[in-house]
């Protein structure tokens, strides 16, 4: 998870629970909706030659109710995803209005590559 301290003590605040060592495996729904999103247990394998120890699975997992999932698909514009589900963009910059909506319903956007409508914020 690439953030400052200040990042992390600031999700903390907002109430984010952190779980260390887990990586999303499955997302679970009924009628269209999510309930669970199922993940699996991670530990420090080996390390490589710079010394860093990378996260490999476990044969373990656990579920989390959960109501909404949210994809953060890194620090740079993920153009693909973008283009190939049809959503309003510009290089990869999101248009979205000021409740963060795409122009994809039930579709929204945030953080750095999202850009705000004129006068939204």
Not at 60 to 78: C, N, R, Y
């Amino acid at each position: 998870m690439p953030c400052t301290e200040k990042e992390l003590d600031i999700a903390k605040l907002d109430g984010c629970k952190i779980i260390w060592l887990a990586a999303p495996k499955e997302v679970k729904g009924e009628s269209g909706k999510v309930t669970q999103l199922v993940c699996q247990v991670m530990k420090l394998g080996d390390a490589d030659a710079s010394g860093r120890r990378s996260p490999v699975e476990t044969k373990e997992t656990f579920s989390l109710e959960v109501d909404m999932v949210i994809k953060a698909t890194g620090q740079k514009p993920f153009e693909e995803l973008v283009t190939k589900n049809q959503i309003k963009n510009t290089k990869g910059k999101i248009a979205i209005d000021s409740s963060t909506a795409t122009n994809i319903k039930g579709v929204f956007a945030g953080g750095d590559c999202g850009k705000w409508r004129q006068g939204s914020g």
